[in-house]
């Protein structure tokens, strides 16, 4: 079987869009393709060009198409805009100036800055500050069309990011975590961790892996699962791991308490159903679960229990998220042990976008001690 193909993150397509509108600034005629210093890793990409056209002396507009390879990725062939309009720079003016248009997310968290991470920052300024003239400025406006539809089917909401997709990435290559071939990179993953470390962390994506790390716990003890959680439990198993603390966002990993082992959500969802559910069976009053019903998001969700709990004095909060945390390792554990006849320790540390550790279940707590 063939590897599953890495393709490229967004702020690539937006670089890209953004170096074929300088281009047609300069040049009389459009690229039909550009070549593009990822920085990281340190390497160049070819991207084609769908459209390029100047719109005034000082403007020019290029379109490119997301490709992020072999990845159930929402953004495939999404187009990605790019306006540039050149001025002469003054004086103590950054020489780039970056905006978020249509469809491109804005972050509650910073005054509704829009998001556009470091990475995507550092390769613009890589491939478009040494091509201007010493007193020359760009203003680059990046437009996705269909950047808020396509939000609306992301959790970006839980992570305070809204009305659109986020130009966000460490690296210019999207590896394809989920494409079928890559469970073949993580078994191989899990079982050379498992040489050195009988116990391990099983952290979906980077903002686990991120948040396990600042808690102290060993960088070899941690496997990247994507949504494979399902395969790689059982897999765990055959390979006699002795204990498991996943380690998640509760949007995540509530999906588990509902028997969903791959937590892709063009697979199978159920926060809302799940999170509902448990609030029902600890005694919350119908006039509140109907609200968490009603809620967009788990995290929607979880903020009105907190509410609840600040005007009362409840402690909805630990109830739910215990009984869930509770069902999460039970179901794990049942799971590894119906596809590798083995028993395993599984424990669960669920946290909210804030990385704010919501609960601990009672195993996990006790592997967490082990781990850091």
Same mark, same amino acid.
């Given at each position: 079987?063939?590897?599953?193909?890495?393709?490229?993150?967004?702020?690539?397509?937006?670089?890209?869009?953004?170096?074929?509108?300088?281009?047609?600034?300069?040049?009389?005629?459009?690229?039909?393709?550009?070549?593009?210093?990822?920085?990281?890793?340190?390497?160049?990409?070819?991207?084609?060009?769908?459209?390029?056209?100047?719109?005034?002396?000082?403007?020019?507009?290029?379109?490119?198409?997301?490709?992020?390879?072999?990845?159930?990725?929402?953004?495939?062939?999404?187009?990605?805009?790019?306006?540039?309009?050149?001025?002469?720079?003054?004086?103590?003016?950054?020489?780039?100036?970056?905006?978020?248009?249509?469809? %491109? $997310?804005? *972050?509650?968290?910073?005054?509704? #800055?829009?998001?556009?991470?470091?990475?995507? =920052?550092? &390769?613009?300024? !890589? /491939?478009?500050?040494?091509?201007?003239?010493?007193?020359?400025?760009?203003?680059?406006?990046?437009?996705?069309?269909?950047?808020?539809?396509?939000?609306?089917?992301?959790?970006?909401?839980?992570?305070?990011?809204?009305?659109?997709?986020?130009?966000?990435?460490?690296?210019?290559?999207?590896?394809?975590?989920?494409?079928?071939?890559?469970?073949?990179?993580?078994?191989?993953?899990?079982?050379?961790?498992?040489?050195?470390?009988?116990?391990?962390?099983?952290? %979906? $994506?980077? *903002?686990?892996?991120?948040?396990? #790390?600042?808690?102290?716990?060993?960088?070899? =003890?941690? &496997?990247?699962? !994507? /949504?494979?959680?399902?395969?790689?439990?059982?897999?765990?198993?055959?390979?006699?791991?002795?204990?498991?603390?996943?380690?998640?966002?509760?949007?995540?990993?509530?999906?588990?308490?509902?028997?969903?082992?791959?937590?892709?959500?063009?697979?199978?969802?159920?926060?809302?159903?799940?999170?509902?559910?448990?609030?029902?069976?600890?005694?919350?009053?119908?006039?509140?679960?109907?609200?968490?019903?009603?809620?967009?998001?788990?995290?929607?969700?979880?903020?009105?229990?907190?509410?609840?709990?600040?005007?009362?004095?409840?402690?909805?909060?630990?109830?739910?998220?215990?009984?869930?945390?509770?069902?999460?390792?039970?179901?794990?554990?049942?799971?590894?042990?119906?596809?590798?006849?083995?028993?395993?320790?599984?424990?669960?540390?669920?946290?909210?976008?804030?990385?704010?550790?919501?609960?601990?279940?009672?195993?996990?707590?006790?592997?967490?001690?082990?781990?850091?």
């Amino acid at each position: 079987m063939n590897p599953p193909r890495a393709g490229y993150t967004l702020p690539v397509f937006a670089c890209a869009s953004a170096i074929a509108a300088f281009q047609c600034l300069r040049e009389t005629a459009a690229p039909s393709d550009v070549t593009v210093n990822l920085v990281k890793p340190p390497e160049t990409a070819v991207i084609p060009v769908e459209q390029a056209a100047r719109l005034s002396p000082t403007t020019a507009l290029a379109i490119t198409r997301s490709d992020p390879g072999d990845n159930l990725d929402l953004t495939r062939d999404a187009a990605m805009w790019a306006m540039v309009e050149r001025h002469h720079r003054e004086a103590e003016r950054s020489p780039l100036e970056l905006r978020g248009g249509e469809g %491109i $997310g804005r *972050n509650e968290a910073a005054d509704h #800055q829009p998001a556009i991470y470091a990475y995507a =920052r550092k &390769i613009l300024e !890589a /491939n478009l500050l040494p091509q201007l003239e010493p007193n020359e400025r760009l203003v680059i406006t990046f437009i996705m069309p269909e950047g808020r539809s396509l939000a609306a089917r992301t959790s970006n909401a839980a992570f305070g990011i809204v009305e659109g997709l986020s130009l966000l990435g460490t690296s210019g290559i999207a590896q394809p975590l989920s494409a079928p071939g890559q469970l073949e990179v993580f078994r191989e993953e899990l079982i050379a961790r498992r040489t050195v470390h009988e116990g391990l962390v099983f952290c %979906i $994506g980077e *903002n686990g892996i991120h948040f396990a #790390q600042q808690m102290g716990i060993p960088p070899l =003890r941690i &496997i990247k699962t !994507a /949504n494979w959680l399902g395969s790689l439990l059982a897999e765990a198993g055959r390979q006699k791991v002795h204990s498991i603390l996943l380690f998640g966002y509760h949007g995540k990993l509530m999906k588990l308490a509902a028997g969903i082992f791959h937590t892709h959500h063009h697979v199978a969802d159920g926060r809302r159903e799940v999170l509902t559910a448990f609030c029902a069976a600890v005694g919350l009053p119908k006039a509140d679960v109907r609200h968490i019903f009603d809620s967009e998001t788990a995290e929607a969700g979880l903020t009105y229990l907190r509410k609840l709990d600040d005007r009362t004095g409840s402690q909805w909060v630990p109830q739910v998220y215990g009984a869930i945390a509770q069902e999460i390792d039970h179901r794990a554990a049942d799971y590894i042990r119906t596809h590798s006849d083995r028993t395993v320790a599984v424990g669960s540390l669920l946290f909210d976008r804030q990385r704010q550790i919501i609960v601990r279940s009672q195993i996990g707590k006790s592997i967490l001690t082990e781990f850091c």
